[in-house]
């Protein structure tokens, strides 16, 4: 086994032949980096080499591609998976719009509940006169059903104008009304 002070003797005759071969040599070219590795190898007792950095590196390259192809092949699976789901959201989106009542729909709607208070409102007036005018014989069956219609009457009336409340609300949603 050789000394350090030998390896060092030695070292120094090969950079003396290289740097007598020229500055463009092919073989000065080959050992660059190497003369570093060999004076800290001396000094610290190592055992490194180019081509261990070389392999080392080539590995590390081989790995990082396997890496970048699942990657790459994972980010390819996440947009199909991310285009199927938004073409199932639109799908649903679809579906639900054709559900919705539309400002025009709910304008219609309020109409024929308007029309269908103020139907029952005339009803209404109707049977408070039936009423007034059975009030003398209240034990008569006229004034008994007149008085059981109006009742019946206000109670629809009620109904129609809490529909109309929705309806108005939906509407100032929309910013129709």
Do not use: H, W
């Not at 590196?57 to 699976?77: G, S, V």
């Not at 059975?134 to 006229?142: G, K, L, R, V």
């Not at 019946?152 to 929705?166: F, H, M, N, T, W």
């Amino acid at each position: 086994m050789t000394t350090k002070e030998q390896e060092r003797k030695a070292l120094d005759q090969i950079k003396k032949i290289i740097a007598s071969l020229g500055e463009n040599s092919y073989i000065g070219t080959a050992f660059e980096g190497c003369i570093e590795d060999a004076e800290y190898n001396i000094e610290n007792d190592f055992a490194c080499s180019m081509k261990q950095r070389v392999e080392s590196a080539e590995k590390r390259a081989a790995t990082l591609e396997l890496e970048n192809r699942d990657l790459r092949l994972a980010i390819k699976a996440a947009k199909e998976s991310a285009s199927a789901k938004q073409s199932e959201l639109e799908e649903k989106n679809r579906e639900l719009a054709s559900r919705i009542l539309g400002p025009d729909d709910l304008c219609d709607f309020r109409q024929m509940v308007e029309s269908e208070i103020d139907a029952t409102e005339e009803n209404m007036r109707q049977s408070a006169e039936t009423i007034v005018l059975m009030a003398e014989t209240p034990t008569d069956i006229s004034f008994t059903n007149a008085v059981r219609i109006n009742r019946s009457l206000k109670s629809k009336k009620e109904y129609l104008e809490g529909i109309k409340a929705r309806i108005l609300k939906a509407e100032a949603y929309f910013g129709t009304k």
